[in-house]
């Protein structure tokens, strides 16, 4: 296996940058790719060189695969990493690459197969002996089957697309009468999300925790796990707040859960770097969702507890070499991921691009800001408006808790609406510092997050505050009386005053 010399990342945003950093640090070179939006991105800035890959929709920039191989051809670059997102979990990309005698950095494409298409990810995972959501393991042939499924298993049950994860095209059905109307629905979602409008059904799991494991293979067979990232806080199917170690497992559970990842990882070969999700409900049962070939947004709070570079790694293996670490890594203190998004929560999360006029990010002990932007920079609207993610290393949950609160605190980003009041709202709530936050946490909980407190919790708290400020004067005045004894009202106390030159005084 050559060694890699020079790396295309073909992505954009904060995630290519933290690649290109370990890259550089590595000696590789590098070369990004950019859409015409992204002209004067900082990606473009950080590489060695940068190759301009086609107008500013990611469907003809991108998702473009031969206009990323004809950037690799032209800039000679012997690798690509995908990043997450865009072409990272595309098995045909994969294939391109290797066609086109260049290091793909990720799993083989096999693998990506194995795992992409979700029914036939559960057949491989009830073969491996892991367990999965109550289900069917392929994709309905036509509705008849799917309402005598559903009148088996008993309502609620959650459709899902089999051509894809990550919530598109998923509706929970609570009564038979509802049934086929969710069916087209999530018929139509999933041909316009994945090009394929095939849907299976799970037993519908209350509120779960959305619990994942990183797991890690190289070539040589050898495959482990880095231990778990707790996902809960989502809204919509959108990561929010990740953190590790989880607050509600044990250490059995996290042995098992690991043991679990690491037996789906090897089941289908996999290699590189790789995150099985599990759903775990109020009971703490865990049970396989899907697995993600590509390296996650939300990587950072694992290098944080186990000091591994997961780039370096994915570099390493990509090489041919075996993995640093064989036996199970024990992480060590804690570590919180928050999203800082262009977005404005009081309008329902709209985006809000526009230019950022100011930027100034936390930093300080064990803080660390993976930022895409810079002040000047206008915020594109063709993409995912994640600008920055903030994460934090503390030795307990508490201190990174209180941490992650004094970064946001230290955040200034002017020009543009961000998500960072709504962030600091989740890092104060006592459903978060509490621990035990599920999937329905953000959902619950929206009014209170964005600070619109209920009317009457807000008038009790004015009322409190107002007694409150009462009694402080009160205790002023009571203070000022008790110095000003003897003073004739100046306040001045006359041990301060004695000695002092009457001349000054009589100056005024
Ligand atoms: C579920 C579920 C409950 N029951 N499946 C699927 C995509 C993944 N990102 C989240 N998914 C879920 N699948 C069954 N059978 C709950 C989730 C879920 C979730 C669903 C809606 C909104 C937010 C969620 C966050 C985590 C998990």
Known sequence: MPRIKKVLVANRGEIAIRVMRTCKELG????????EADRSAL??????????????????????????????????????????????????????????????????ASAMDAMGEKTHARRNMIKAGVPVVPGTDAPFANFDEAKAFA???????MLKAAGGGGGKGMRRVDRAEDLESAWRTAKSEAMSAFGNDAVYMEKFLDQPHHVEIQVFGDTHGNVIHLNERECSAQRRNQKVVEETPSPILTPEMRAAMGEVAVRAAKAVNYVGAGTIEFLVDSKRNFYFLEMNTRLQVEHPVTEWVTGVDLVAWQLHVAQGGVLPILKPIQPRGHSIEVRVYAEDPATNFMPAPGTISYVRVPSGPYVRDDSGVYAGYRVPNFYDPMISKLSVWAPTRMEAILKMRRALDEYVLTGITTNLRYLKQILMHQEFVGGNYDTGFLG?????????????????SMIAAAVRAHQRAEKAQAQIAKNTAGTGGSGISPWRTAGRRQAAWGKR
């Open 28 to 35: 590789l070179a590098t070369v990004a790719v950019y859409s």
């Open 43 to 108: 990606h473009t800035r950080f590489a060695d060189e940068a190759y301009c890959i086609g107008p500013a929709p990611s469907r003809e920039s991108y998702l473009v695969i031969d206009n990323v191989l004809e950037a690799a051809k032209k800039s000679g670059a012997d690798a690509i990493h995908p990043g997450y997102g865009f072409l990272s979990e595309n098995a045909k990309f994969v294939r391109a690459c290797e066609k086109a005698g260049v290091t793909f950095i990720g799993p083989p």
């Open 151 to 157: 009148a088996k298993i008993g309502f609620p049950v």
């Open 444 to 460: 619950r909980e929206h009014q209170k997050l964005l600070g619109e407190e209920d009317p009457a919790l807000t008038r009790a």
